[in-house]
């Protein structure tokens, strides 16, 4: 059974860092491209970021290109989201999927919570 | 990369057939046949119900179908059950290599 399960979200203050993970289970991780999407509260479905499975390929949204970094431990089976320069707008809960060739989530963490504020 | 738009609120009987529109540009939707639809219960994660336009998963409902037409995909709700009131999302991927989302649909059971 595949499993995704983030944690690491919080309050912080704007301009700050945090460090998302994300543990995987149940598939050969190391083998599938993985995905970061965000949802603001009361707001629809954003995608942030996506990064191949041997970690050397990858891609962000204009709206944090700069100051997140995505990357990945296939040694652990573990996915992370390095964020810095938060901004209040950055407030979200962010999931972690598991993504296909062909551009699709098949599976989908809980999601954690960030709280950007002062 | 803008959103790609989709009606605020679908509505519909128990029964009845319901449709969302899923529009963006040659350079989304039009370009790659790589449209996927989720579903979203309040508080719960997304859940794939259509890939690559028009394939259902396994486990999903064949009540869910897709399809695309230009720039524009739909996805079809028939026989509308109460355990279909959800936020409904499109995803498409972009010739920028990125991934964008609709805005999303709330669709009742009325």
């Known amino acids: 059974e595949v499993q995704l399960l983030e944690s690491g979200g919080g309050l912080i203050q704007p301009g700050g860092s945090l460090r998302l993970s994300c543990a995987a289970s149940g598939f050969t991780f190391s083998n599938y491209a993985m995905s970061w999407v965000r949802q603001a509260p009361g707001k629809g479905l954003e995608w942030v970021s996506s990064i191949n499975g041997g970690g050397g390929n990858t891609y962000y949204a204009d709206s944090v290109k700069g100051r997140f970094t995505i990357s990945r431990d296939n040694s652990k089976n573990t996915l992370y989201l390095q964020m810095n320069s938060l901004r209040a707008e950055d407030t979200a809960v962010y999931y972690c999927?598991?993504?296909?060739?062909?551009?699709?989530?098949?599976?989908w963490g809980q999601g954690t919570l960030v709280t950007v504020s002062s | 990369q803008s959103a790609l738009t989709q009606p605020a609120s679908v509505s519909g009987s128990p029964g009845q057939s319901i449709t969302i529109s899923c529009t963006g540009t040659?350079?989304?939707?039009?370009?790659?046949?790589?449209v996927s639809w989720y579903q979203q219960h309040p508080g719960k994660a997304p859940k794939l119900m259509i890939y690559?336009?028009?394939n259902r998963p396994s486990g999903v409902s064949n009540r869910f179908s897709g399809s695309k037409s230009g720039n524009t995909a739909s996805l079809t709700i028939s026989g509308l059950q109460a355990e279909d009131e959800a936020d409904y999302y499109c995803s498409s991927f972009t010739s920028s290599t990125t991934l964008v989302f609709g805005t999303g649909t709330k669709v009742t059971v009325l």
């Open positions: 040659s350079s989304d939707v039009g370009g790659y046949n790589y």
């Open positions: 999927a598991k993504r296909t060739v062909t551009r699709y989530f098949d599976y």
């Open positions: 690559e336009v028009s």
